[in-house]
């Protein structure tokens, strides 16, 4: 048998020997004390496994100590058997409800004694171990509870992000989990030459902004005292009070890091190509208006330019006949002259033809023009139109949805 501390309180010598004798010789290491004062010291100074505690005593009697040990938490799981010559069940309904284990009544058989502290010794270790067992299980439920709460936060983050429709949106849902995991952070947004901070500029010392512009893009993390930093390409998270005193949730807490950052630059990137699309989409209309304008001025003066140009012609070659008329030429000359002036007339209109070819050209490539135009804007509002609905059915479905 493994070596078991035993303090026996009792004043009568004979008991303690008896004791010894009964004990002793099975691998028990017994301790005496003659009163109940001397027995509470030795108990404080070094617990025992087991105490036997004898009820009649001068001074403290056995009761008076067994209530001082049992409101200490120290011996909590030491047994405490009661040795005394009253058998009455009143003796031995005081002693349990004071906090005893066990009642033995004097004179006992050493074999008796021997039984009861072995059942007593296996129960208290049973007992320690069932606690040991619950008060683990109870960690590793906090622990689990603590757990599912942060991965339901960050969850919580993603599925919202998928509604949001600025920068700024994402950027206070990130932080607001932050919040809820009682961090203190600082939120630099960076795209392309326009940096934001978060939650406010002001709130963002000089030194921190410093801190977070300069380090390396691509060192994921950067731990410094109680802080973190965590950077992204389209954003940086400087976290000021890691909780280094709990390694466990300082290790949760940077694996979720990542995920709220990564989540983040997803969406920052998805509203960033979303606002190029449509500056594009809006440029496009914009040049194809433009274009639209052009061509049809250009056909107003097409058309305008071969009316002025004909009725030009036609009244030069009515003045021209005129002229030959009162010149006197011979018949042949002013025939050989008219006959030259139609020809050049019928050139000319030929000519003319050709430039209402050329405006009916103008008039395809506007007519396609005017077509991409409507077109572009069909699809533009086709676009807006799946966006809204796609954001309600985010909103309504995240709204539905129970995270943990």
Same mark, same amino acid.
């Given at each position: ?15 303690? &020997?008896?004791?010894?004798? *009964? ?31 004898? %009820? ?36 031995r309904l005081l002693g349990y ?7 033995? %009544? ?7 004694? !021997? ?8 129960? *208290? ?11 683990? /299980?109870?960690?590793? *439920? ?5 757990? #599912? ?27 607001? %989990?932050?919040? +809820? ?27 921190? &902004?410093? !801190? ?5 893009? +691509? ?8 802080? #973190?930093?965590? +950077?992204?390409? /389209? ?74 140009? #004909? ?48 405006? /009916? ?5 506007? +007519? ?5 135009y409507t077109e572009q804007q069909? !699809? ?7 966006l809204s609905q796609q954001q ?13």
């Open positions: 048998m493994e070596d078991i501390d035993v303090l026996a309180i009792d004043d009568d010598r004979i008991v303690q &020997k008896i004791v010894r004798r *009964a004990l002793e010789p099975h691998g028990f290491s017994v301790r005496t004390a003659d009163d109940g004062e001397s027995g509470l010291a030795a108990a404080r100074a070094e617990p025992p496994d087991i105490i036997l505690l004898d %009820v009649e005593m001068p001074g403290m009697n056995g009761y008076q100590v067994c209530e001082q040990l049992v409101e200490d938490p120290a011996f909590k799981y030491i047994p405490i058997v009661f040795l005394s010559s009253h058998s009455s069940l009143q003796e409800e004071i906090g005893a284990s066990d009642y033995i %009544v004097k004179p006992f058989e050493s074999d008796d004694l !021997l039984a009861r502290i072995g059942v007593l010794l296996k129960y *208290a270790r049973e007992q320690r171990e069932l606690q040991e067992q619950i008060e683990l /299980a109870r960690r590793t *439920a906090m622990e689990a509870l603590s757990t #599912t709460s942060e991965l339901g936060q960050a969850m919580s983050f993603m599925e919202n992000s998928l509604s949001y429709n600025t920068i700024e949106d994402a950027a206070q849902g990130l932080l607001e %989990v932050t919040r +809820n995991l009682a961090l203190d952070c600082r939120l630099m947004v960076s795209l392309e030459e326009h940096t934001c901070w978060f939650p406010s500029e002001d709130q963002v010392s000089p030194l921190e &902004k410093e !801190l977070m512009t300069m380090s390396d893009r +691509n060192q994921r993390f950067l731990d410094f005292g109680n802080s #973190t930093l965590v +950077n992204y390409p /389209a954003a940086s998270l400087l976290v000021t009070n890691m909780p280094l005193d709990n390694p466990e949730r300082y290790g949760r807490i940077k694996d979720l890091l990542p995920l709220l950052l990564s989540g983040l630059s997803a969406k920052i990137y998805a509203l960033a190509t979303q606002q190029a699309l449509k500056e594009h989409a809006d440029a496009l209309k914009h040049s194809v208006a433009q274009i639209r304008g052009a061509l049809y001025q250009l056909g107003h003066q097409l058309i305008a330019s071969r009316r002025s140009s #004909t009725e030009t012609l036609q009244s030069m070659v009515h003045n021209l006949q005129d002229d030959l008329l009162r010149m006197g030429l011979k018949e042949d000359e002013e025939e050989y002259l008219i006959e030259r002036i139609d020809n050049s007339a019928e050139e000319a209109l030929d000519a003319m033809d050709s430039g209402a070819e050329l405006a /009916a050209s103008f008039s395809f490539v506007h +007519n396609n023009l005017k077509q991409v069909r !699809l533009t509002q086709a676009f807006d139109h799946i309600q059915v985010e909103q309504s479905a995240a709204g539905d949805i129970e995270l943990f």
